[in-house]
């Protein structure tokens, strides 16, 4: 059984949408397709989430009515699909009039977005000769109510699957969503369909899950700072753990998490060109170069806590944990000598995790340590094999890294990822230089 993931923009319209159903129709192992919002549909319903006057709330809804309006019109038979489409988008409207928009409001609105796509995408797929059926993704996907950020439950996931997925069947559902144990609408944070699919290909025990995106697949690092960048042709799950986590622009951080414990091996390629091999992500690759593909994720935080309390002490780690734990900052390096310690943190505003440093954070640090922020720096990371061996590569790095300033480096955490963070300024023409040096063929 194959699980397959379409993105926002191979969905976005009504050509997208064909190509897409044509991939499924191609293979009939695609048995339980997984898609996104349409896209600019879900920034869309973010919009509509602050408080707006009428004319600006009418302006986005109209937008997204087009939107939807302009691929059903394209149908051989409208009259089920503008039905379906029009019951959600008069929810919306609805939706939209309750008062009290707290979190568990806003992740119902959101949800919207992949309900109104499934919705035509279902007729799609049948012009095309799928008879797949329209799964509510939240009558299986089991939640914590964690809203905008929640976590699956795993065994409540996969008793619903196996009640309501039945293998002889192909079935249409939404990523991003769920339902917690009260029935309430949650969503797994920004660009989380990817992680719903893995979530699904897990539960059902697929054998392979694609994610079917704009880009031809895992490419060694972001084309738009260096065009010489290539798509990987196959990587390992350690690798891409590490990619993904330090912002490889395709997969969701969670993505992979579910596959890798599942057994379920990944390809990642692009529906407007669906003969190219596109990546895959496997537990053992063929190939294992040193520097494989190079991240770069921006607004970075470092945040420099120093205490002499420290000093010959115990417990002090454990304190500033505790109280990062406390606000859910997530923290990704850290780095310490004997009287501070120097975190980052991701700052950036679409970050699946993003943190927010508020004053109330700062204060209670400052009650037992002095603090200082850094903003606006770029996180590097090289991703590759036995990079936690000094021999090799550290050398010719650093000396390659000697003109520009680099504030932190972490080395020999992990063999598959030597990162440093650098002044954003300067971080793509290093990005570029390393490209160049150590992975252009
Ligand atoms: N539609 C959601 C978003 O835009 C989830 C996704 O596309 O993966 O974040
Ligand atoms: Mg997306």
């Known amino acids: 059984m ?5 993105g926002g923009t191979s969905v976005g319209t009504f050509e997208a949408m064909q190509r897409s159903a044509r991939i499924v129709a191609a293979d009939p192992n695609r048995q339980l397709i997984v898609i996104s919002a349409t896209s600019g549909t879900t920034n869309d319903l973010v919009a509509l989430s602050s408080e707006l006057d009428s004319t600006k709330r009418e302006e986005i809804l109209g937008r997204i009515e087009e939107r939807h309006l302009a691929i059903i019109e394209q149908l051989r038979d409208q009259e089920t699909a503008r039905n379906d489409f029009y019951t959600e988008f008069s929810n919306l409207r609805e939706h939209l009039d309750f008062v009290g928009r707290d979190k568990r409001w806003k992740d119902r609105l959101y949800a919207f977005g ?4 499934t919705r035509i995408f279902v007729q799609v797929l049948r012009e095309n000769g799928v008879k797949a059926e329209w799964l509510d993704a939240r009558d299986v996907l089991k939640t914590d109510s964690t809203f905008s950020n929640a976590d699956p439950v795993l065994s409540s996931i996969k008793k619903k699957a196996d009640t309501l997925i039945n293998p002889e069947k192909i079935y249409l559902t939404q990523g991003f969503i769920g339902s917690d144990i009260f029935g309430n609408t949650t ?6 369909s990817d992680f719903s699919a893995s979530i699904f290909a897990e539960a059902v025990g697929a054998d392979t899950l694609e994610i079917w995106t704009d880009v031809a697949g895992v490419y060694t690092t972001d084309p738009r700072i260096v065009p010489e960048a290539y798509p990987i042709h196959e990587i390992s799950f350690d690798e891409a753990a590490e990619l993904s986590v330090f912002g490889g622009k395709v997969l969701h951080p969670a993505t992979l998490k579910p596959a890798m414990r599942g057994g379920v091996s990944v390809r990642v390629a692009s529906s407007s060109d669906p003969d190219a091999p596109g990546t895959y992500i496997v537990k053992e690759a063929d190939q294992k170069p040193t520097i494989r593909a190079i991240s770069l994720r921006k607004d970075q935080t470092l945040l420099t806590v120093n205490s002499l309390e420290m000093l010959h002490q115990h417990g002090f780690l454990a304190h500033l944990f505790n109280t990062l734990a406390e606000h859910k900052i997530s923290v990704d390096l850290v780095s310490t000598s004997e009287v501070s310690v120097a975190l980052t943190l991701d700052t950036a505003v679409n970050a699946a995790n993003k943190v927010e440093l508020t004053d109330q954070v700062l204060e209670e640090l400052g009650h037992f340590a002095e603090v200082l922020v850094e903003k606006d720096l770029a996180l590097i990371a090289l991703i590759g094999n036995d990079l936690q061996k000094t021999s090799g590569i550290g050398g010719p790095l ?3 890294l000697e003109n520009y300033n680099v504030r932190l480096i972490c ?5 598959n990822n ?3 963070l650098v002044d954003h300024k300067q971080a793509e023409d290093i990005v570029r230089m390393v490209h160049k040096k150590f992975i252009e063929r």
């Not at 992949?114 to 796509?117: G, K, R, V």
């Open 2 to 6: 194959i699980v397959s993931k379409f």
């Open 114 to 117: 992949e309900l109104m796509s």
């Open 187 to 192: 969503t797994l944070g920004r660009g989380g």
């Open 398 to 400: 650093f000396t390659a």
């Open 411 to 415: 080395h020999g955490a992990s063999p």
């Open 418 to 420: 030597l990162c440093f």
